[in-house]
C-alpha cells in the first residue's frame, strides 16, 4: 500500500517563525503535491514537483517555499508564518508516467494555526 | 478554463436513504479524466474512482454507483442505502490534458444521521 506520511498531525507556531512542513512517500512516486485546504474553497494547490530538485508554482506560492532535495520527501516551508496561513495542509503523490491519469494519493493532513 | 462544481455544500440524509454528490465540470479538452475522492474525519482524501473522456459508461461498486454525462457535463456519485460510516466529504476532480495539475471541486460534507 502506499503511504505517504506528514511529519505532523497539529501544529501551532508564532506570527513571523519560519515554519516546515515534511511530507514522506514510500512508494518510489515521482509527483509530489502540496494543498491547502479551509472550509468553503475546497483544495487549492500551492506547489508540485516532477522531479528531484524540480518545483513548480500551484494556484496559491506566495508566502510559500518547497524543497525536494530526495525523491520520497516533499517539504513546504513558510518563510515568515502569517495567521492567514492558518489551515490544513495535504501533501500528495502519484506514480510517473500520465500524470493526468494516476489519482493522487494523500497525507492524512497537517492542522496548522498561525497564532 | 478548467472548472469543477459540487453545487451542494452539504447535505444531511438518514440512514439507509439513497443520496446523490452532484459534480459538473467546464472543459474544452477531448481528453480528460474525471475523480472522485472521499475524505472522512480522519482528514486523509481516498481516491474512489476515475472515468476517462471516451468511456460513458456508468460503474456500480457495490453500494456505490457513478454516473457519468458528457451531453451535461456531469460525473454524479450515488450512494444506495447509506450508512452512518459513508459520512465524509466528497471532491470530484478533473485533469485535463491542457492543464498541468488537477482541478477539484470544493466538495460536498455528506452527514447520515442514525
Known amino acids: 500500500d502506499v503511504k505517504v506520511t506528514q511529519s505532523s498531525r497539529y501544529l501551532v507556531k508564532r506570527t513571523g517563525e519560519k515554519v516546515f512542513l515534511e511530507c514522506v512517500q514510500d512508494m518510489d512516486h515521482e509527483n509530489m503535491f502540496w494543498y491547502r485546504q479551509d472550509p468553503g474553497l475546497g483544495l487549492r494547490l500551492i506547489y508540485f514537483?516532477?522531479?528531484?530538485?524540480?518545483?513548480e508554482k500551484g494556484d496559491i506560492p506566495e508566502g510559500y517555499s518547497v524543497s525536494r532535495e530526495k525523491k520520497e520527501r516533499f517539504s513546504l516551508i513558510l518563510e515568515s508564518a502569517s495567521t492567514n496561513q492558518t489551515s490544513m495542509y495535504l501533501c500528495?503523490?502519484?506514480?510517473?508516467?500520465?500524470?493526468?491519469?494516476?489519482?493522487?494519493?494523500f497525507g492524512p493532513g497537517t492542522r496548522l494555526t498561525v497564532t | 478554463a478548467q472548472k469543477v462544481t459540487q453545487a451542494q455544500t452539504e447535505i444531511s440524509v438518514v440512514e439507509k436513504e439513497d443520496v446523490t454528490l452532484d459534480c459538473v465540470y467546464e472543459?474544452?479538452?477531448?481528453?480528460?479524466?474525471l475523480f472522485w475522492y472521499k475524505q472522512p474525519p480522519s482528514g486523509e482524501l481516498v481516491f474512489l474512482i476515475r472515468?476517462?473522456?471516451?468511456?460513458?459508461q456508468n460503474e456500480i461498486s457495490g453500494r456505490y454507483s457513478w454516473n457519468f454525462q458528457k451531453s451535461t457535463s456531469s460525473f454524479n456519485f450515488t450512494i444506495t442505502a447509506s450508512q452512518v460510516v459513508d459520512s465524509a466529504v466528497y471532491f470530484c476532480a478533473l485533469s485535463a490534458h491542457r492543464d498541468d495539475k488537477i482541478i477539484f471541486g470544493k466538495g460536498t460534507r455528506l452527514h447520515i444521521l442514525p
Open positions: 514537483s516532477y522531479d528531484v530538485k524540480m518545483k
Open positions: 472515468r476517462n473522456s471516451f468511456d460513458e
Open positions: 472543459t474544452r479538452d477531448t481528453t480528460y479524466y
Open positions: 500528495a503523490s502519484s506514480p510517473a508516467g500520465d500524470r493526468h491519469f494516476y489519482e493522487q494519493y
